[in-house]
């Protein structure tokens, strides 16, 4: 499963700001209006002066190691990376966290953070540096550190990838050897290209210059004189476990949006001549698909979904190759076709396992105000369910938010997400089901129903791919923002009688550790 970096994971603040935009937002949204691209991703910290800890970003191995980063500190401009794990599926932690990164300098701020692991010790962390030019942040570098025992100590040296040129939601991931491959797109507003770049070597060396990927016409930059020709955006890159790499990202061409895919099987040194299009509409006229989200699952199949406006509203569509990205559907697939008039999907997230049942949620408007349905395919995408089941149960008066997505490969696949009536009016719900997404729980269970003053924020959600499901969380019950945890060891039929708490506690730490 690929994970896009540019969705929220979590953002406490005084007085909850940002979800008071969305509410607004979401307001908007209902009554027909488009939700609006955000221009960067942004990190939102808390105004206390006490230490708090918030954003977590979670990797959970089959055998119940846990490994976590996030921020912590006193808000404002003083708040760092930070580096935990467990052991012993979440019940004692490291006394203290490791520092990964220093509080930015003014002007500048931490981006996005995402740990790796390749299941035999190996842990990696990337996160990005924005800064402030104008009005707008701007991702300005890539750093990355890596350690080989299991995140007990890291590379001294932080390997650090400049953007000279503006750039925007890089997309990295690190292969089974430790190198570092590294999507982005690189250029102005109407002239962005995606590039690539992997860095090797037991030294992380970098390659001399990126390489330009080219559009669909085979086309890898602007051709002179011919204003408006390449505007790429929200690209995702993937890896394939024999190590084949699979690029998917949105462009601006003359009828709209178009959603293309290259491929490298040679670890990134050379790739299709021609991009492929992956949207392909029926009738000519503009169009505009966005955003899309990838799957794969190891065995070939390659699966790609994309928000889609051709019908006036926010739909989702589907393509895929069963054959590494070789071969693609001749049309792509509508898949919320069968809906309301009062409907726009959004925020898709997509999931695989190893024999190729996927498994699609998002957040809707029909019903109620951004609520969450889900569909499935047991057959690599050849069909699908024919009508979505909505697996939250709120009325019009509340909505859901930061919804989550997990799965093992026996059929169980679970949900969270935070809900409520308000910004301080919230809660962590999770909802399952044991048969691949047939049936639901009629009524979700609540993991935190809304202790603290401001509330509980936005959840993570792990499956260890056996029996374990995980959810860690920010609250602020103890007086200031610390990150909870709760385990399920029966595929979320009953959970621990007390979360776990994992950051804030020195004294119980240091007595486990």
């Not at 930070?82 to 052991?87: D, P, Q």
């Not at 990005?128 to 707008?136: A, C, K, L």
């Not at 369910?385 to 026996?410: F, S």
């Not at 923002?481 to 009688?497: E, M």
């Amino acid at each position: 499963m690929a994970l896009d970096l540019r969705q929220p994971i979590g953002r406490p603040t005084v007085g909850f700001y940002a979800l008071l935009i969305v509410f607004a937002a979401l307001a908007a949204g209902a009554c027909g209006g488009a939700p609006a691209l955000p221009s960067s991703p942004a990190v939102q910290v808390p105004q206390e002066p006490e230490e708090q800890a918030w954003n977590p970003f979670v990797v959970i191995e089959p055998d119940g190691r846990i490994f976590m980063t996030y921020y912590g500190g006193r808000g404002g401009n003083e708040y760092q990376l930070l580096f935990t794990r467990s052991l012993d599926q979440g019940l004692t932690w490291l006394a203290e966290p490791i520092q990964l990164e220093k509080p930015p300098l003014p002007r500048t701020r931490l981006g996005f953070h995402r740990v790796e692991t390749n299941k035999a010790g190996r842990v990696s962390v990337t996160w990005s540096i924005e800064r402030r030019e104008e009005t707008v942040w701007r991702v300005r570098e890539l750093r990355h550190r890596q350690s080989s025992d299991f995140g007990m100590t890291w590379t001294g040296e932080v390997l650090q990838w400049p953007f000279d040129k503006q750039s925007n939601y890089p997309s990295p991931v690190t292969g089974p050897n430790g190198d570092l491959s590294l999507l982005f797109t690189e250029g102005a507003p109407g002239r962005s290209v995606p590039r690539f770049i992997r860095i090797t070597g037991p030294k992380m060396s970098r390659a001399p210059d990126p390489l330009t990927l080219p559009g669909a016409d085979g086309a890898a930059r602007e051709k002179p004189g011919e204003p408006h020709i390449r505007e790429a955006d929200w690209p995702v890159l993937t890896i394939e476990p024999r190590g084949s790499l699979y690029a998917v990202w949105q462009e601006t061409r003359a009828a709209g949006n178009e959603i293309l895919f290259n491929r490298s099987q040679d670890g990134g040194a050379t790739w299709l001549p021609s991009s492929l299009l992956l949207s392909r509409p029926t009738s000519l006229g503009n169009y505009t698909g966005r955003i899309p989200v990838v799957a794969i699952d190891g065995a070939g199949g390659i699966y790609v979904v994309w928000e889609d406006f051709r019908h006036n509203t926010t739909d989702l569509y589907f393509n895929r190759s069963l054959d590494g990205g070789a071969n693609w559907l001749g049309q792509d697939v509508w898949l919320t076709a069968v809906r309301p008039p009062q409907a726009a999907a959004a925020s898709p997230t997509l999931s695989a396992d190893q024999s190729g049942h996927l498994y699609l949620l998002w957040s809707d408007i029909r019903e109620a105000p951004n609520s969450l349905f889900f569909t499935r395919s047991l057959d690599r995408g050849a069909t699908w369910l024919l009508q979505p089941i909505r697996v939250d149960h709120h009325g019009p008066e509340a909505l859901t938010y930061a919804h989550r997505l997990a799965h093992d490969d026996a059929g169980h696949v679970y949900v969270a997400w935070w809900e409520g009536t308000g910004p301080t009016k919230g809660s962590v719900r999770f909802n399952r089901s044991d048969d691949y997404g047939a049936t639901w729980l009629e009524k979700e269970q609540i993991l935190d129903s809304g202790q603290g003053k401001e509330g509980p924020r936005f959840p993570w959600l792990s499956a260890d791919g056996q029996n374990g499901v995980y959810v860690v969380w920010s609250s602020d019950r103890s007086g200031r923002y610390q990150l909870y945890l709760n385990r399920s060891r029966d595929h979320g039929k009953t959970w621990l009688p007390k979360d776990i708490q994992i950051t804030g506690n020195r004294d119980r730490k240091k007595a486990a550790s």
